[in-house]
């Protein structure tokens, strides 16, 4: 009878320890949003040995596209890949939580090294005896829950972070085509200030116009060149930033292949709200009401109060016998009912509710304002490249041929140059707001803005 007490109790020990929920899953990671939803990103996989591995890229070389940019940014992140490791905690999190708490084995020896007819062994009282606590109220079940919700909102986490890393990509990859393009309108400011002044020269030196002409050639040029190198700084500026999405500090592309010059009517304001349901930002917050309803539910439970039992055998020296020994205890909830906690979790739900709200309100105010830019910039676009730039252009070549000719100065030709250049100018910053834009509100509302249906109007 001893020795099947004993192994009852061993039994029950391995049968406890080895109650515990099964390996990760993916169920954290929420499915991605429409844009970039085809690209691969960088995410933790756990081996058979429990080893996490992501996955790995090489440094894009050559000719880069958008798309080349996007996936390499998303696959190389640094702080995607932080992000991913934060997924996979919170997953070993709910795992943790749905454990049963582990039994304690208790050794008391009594009656024994005293006085009298105690001061020897043989009247020692032995007990080894197992306690177990049993959780009441499906107390483990809901904080199980509540740890997977938090692992499903660090899902969302993710995929806000995973949409972050393509919006500031692409921004990226725009302004470093508007800074090659700025670079190339420099250029040809420089050069042809350097055929002015070459001109200016040779009319001073042959007595036709005031030497005061060459000087104000001088300035001119100096300006262009210091643009020049201002350019050139800008736009290595720019490759080291739009390398720094996928880790690299030392780019190793040549150039882009992207067209900043392309681009399409807006849809409707109407058409773009009604895409917000897909924005990450917002949909995050139903993982969150359904945490905060769920801690609502815990706090109620752990009003009741957990039992700890406790069974084992008891051993008598002196008399050579053995006897079994149970116990039970149970606090008493006289004082402490919780009643905080409850409080504070309903007001902390209240409180999801309210920003959540606010959260809706922050998205569409800055849909707003990002489709206004985006109309604005299309707006000035589309006028200064078919209506200002084609009248600076003739305006130019008129008072080059005049300044040939010699019926005006240089410092006619210079004006005329500078507001064809500024004109350029404007048309590449306005492109480059357009572009900007575009990418802002397809990050609010999580879908490229082509899939909206709309009468697109391609502009060359």
């Known amino acids: 009878m001893h020795r099947r007490v004993k192994y009852a109790l061993i039994l029950l020990i391995i049968t406890i320890s080895g109650c515990a929920p099964g390996p990760f899953e993916d169920s954290s990671w929420p499915a991605p949003r429409p844009l970039g939803r085809d690209l691969e990103a960088v995410r933790l996989y756990q081996l058979p040995d429990g080893t996490m591995i992501s996955s790995t890229i090489q440094e894009p070389k050559g000719t ?68 177990q606590v049993v959780e009441l109220g499906g107390k483990r079940i809901k904080r199980q829950r509540i740890a997977e919700y938090e ?32 670079q190339r309108i420099a250029f040809e400011t420089l050069e042809l200030a350097q055929r002015v002044f070459d001109a200016v020269d040779e009319r001073v030196d042959a007595g036709k116009v005031s030497p005061l002409e060459r000087i104000k050639a001088g300035v ?50 109407d058409k773009v709200v009604a895409r917000v349901v897909q924005n990450p930002d917002l949909a995050r917050w139903a993982a969150e009401a359904s945490l905060r309803q769920a801690e609502v539910t815990l706090a109620l439970a752990q009003r009741i109060p957990d039992i700890t039992v406790t069974g084992g055998l008891r051993r008598f020296n002196e008399l050579d016998e053995t006897a079994f020994v149970a116990g039970l205890s149970l606090p008493l909830p006289v004082f402490d009912q919780n009643q905080g906690n409850i409080r504070a979790a309903r007001l902390r ?39 200002i730039l084609p009248s600076a252009v003739l305006a130019f070549e008129a008072t080059e041929e005049a300044f040939r000719q010699g019926k005006i100065g240089s410092l006619d030709l210079f004006d005329s140059e500078r507001t064809l250049f500024d004109v350029r100018r404007q048309l590449t910053e306005s492109l480059t707001t357009y572009h900007l834009a575009v990418i802002a509100l397809e990050r609010l509302i999580g879908a490229p803005l082509h899939e909206i249906d709309q009468t697109q109007r391609s502009e060359q």
Request: avoid cysteine; aromatic fraction near 6%.
């Open 64 to 131: 880069l596209s958008l798309r080349q940019a996007i996936t390499a940014a998303l696959l190389g992140s640094p702080d995607l890949a932080a992000t991913s490791y934060e997924v996979r905690a919170r997953e070993a999190e709910a795992l943790q939580a749905g454990l049963i708490p582990n039994p304690k084995l208790e050794v008391e020896l009594e009656n024994f090294a005293g006085s009298g007819e105690f001061s020897d062994f043989d009247t020692l009282e032995t007990t080894l005896a197992l306690s």
């Open 349 to 387: 739900a209240i409180q999801g509710g309210r920003l959540e709200e606010a959260a809706r309100v922050q998205i569409h105010t800055a849909i707003a304002e990002a489709f206004q830019i985006l109309e604005a910039a299309f707006i000035s676009v589309q006028t200064t490249r078919n209506q």
């Open 220 to 269: 001119e040029l100096a300006q262009s060149q210091l643009d020049r190198e201002q350019s050139l700084l800008a736009v290595a500026a720019a490759r080291i930033r739009l390398a720094s999405n996928w880790g690299s500090t030392n780019p190793s592309f040549e150039n882009l292949s992207g067209d900043l010059d392309k681009t399409d009517s807006p849809p409707t304001f």
């Open 151 to 182: 692992a499903r909102i660090a899902g969302w986490e993710y995929e806000i972070r995973r949409i972050d890393v393509l919006s500031k990509t692409a921004a990226d990859y725009v302004s470093l085509l508007a800074a090659h393009r700025q």
